[in-house]
Antibody, heavy 121, light 107 residues
Framework: QVQLRESGPRLVKPSETLSLTCSVFGGSISSYYWSWIRQPPGKGLEWIGYIHYSGSTNYNAPLKSRLTISVDNSSNKFSLRLSSVTAADTAVYYC???????????????WGQGIPVTVSS | DIQMTQSPSTLSASVGDRVTITCRAS??????LAWYQQRPGKAPKLLIY???SLQSGVPSRFSGNGSGTEFTLTISSLQPDDFATYYC?????????FGQGTKVEVE
């Protein structure tokens, strides 16, 4: 059973860059699409963007200018960098695996436990 | 972006009740719809994909139905573990969008 685990700072100052890594255990990062999804306190889910093991990406338009998602196949990890953060970026950040390898867009069949990130000075 | 609207936002029910949650899409998404359950402080868990396919390991009291723009999630006999928040998600195209959630609470 594949497991995903997010890691990174839980407190980020306004205007700085939020950096998170998702480590994949019990399975290969190859052949799958991987996404980042976030959930502000008390609110719903927002898709941030995806990366394919090949390196291709797709980002949610409102975040595109500040966002970079990358993959390290040799380490079985992928990462998120979100620059110029504000309080509106405070959320629980989840990494996730797309369940259907055959489709460009799919449901999520595996989620990380989530990491809470607060943007505050 | 495709808007996903769930109803109701909150549902009060008792153990043993049959419960139905509705999700409507702002345009046709064929059957590219998933349902997730989220307990407080936990990650969402996949219940249903392709509108009606039950994810492996999910109890058969959960079922999904619909296509196009209108979808339902039904719990045939509510169990104590089922008090949680449920989200629908469209994945016909990017950006993925989710419903606002339906909280199933104890009546």
């Amino acid at each position: 059973q594949v497991q995903l685990r997010e890691s990174g700072p839980r407190l980020v100052k306004p205007s700085e860059t939020l950096s998170l890594t998702c480590s994949v255990f019990g399975g290969s990062i190859s052949s799958y699409y991987w996404s980042w999804i976030r959930q502000p306190p008390g609110k719903g889910l927002e898709w941030i963007g995806y990366i394919h093991y090949s390196g291709s990406t797709n980002y949610n338009a409102p975040l595109k200018s500040r966002l970079t998602i990358s993959v390290d196949n040799s380490s079985n990890k992928f990462s998120l960098r979100l620059s110029s953060v504000t309080a509106a970026d405070t959320a629980v950040y989840y990494c996730a695996r797309h369940g259907d390898r055959s489709r460009w867009s799919s449901y999520v069949d595996q989620w990380g436990q989530g990491i809470p990130v607060t943007v505050s000075s | 972006d495709i808007q996903m609207t769930q109803s109701p936002s909150t549902l009060s029910a008792s153990v043993g009740d049959r419960v139905t949650i509705t999700c409507r899409a702002s345009q046709s998404i064929s059957n590219w719809l998933a349902w997730y359950q989220q307990r407080p402080g936990k990650a969402p868990k996949l219940l249903i994909y392709e509108a009606s396919s039950l994810q492996s390991g999910v109890p058969s009291r959960f079922s999904g139905n619909g296509s196009g723009t209108e979808f339902t999630l039904t719990i045939s006999s509510l169990q104590p573990d089922d008090f949680a928040t449920y989200y629908c998600q469209q994945y016909t195209t990017y950006p993925w969008t989710f419903g606002q959630g339906t909280k199933v609470e104890v009546e």
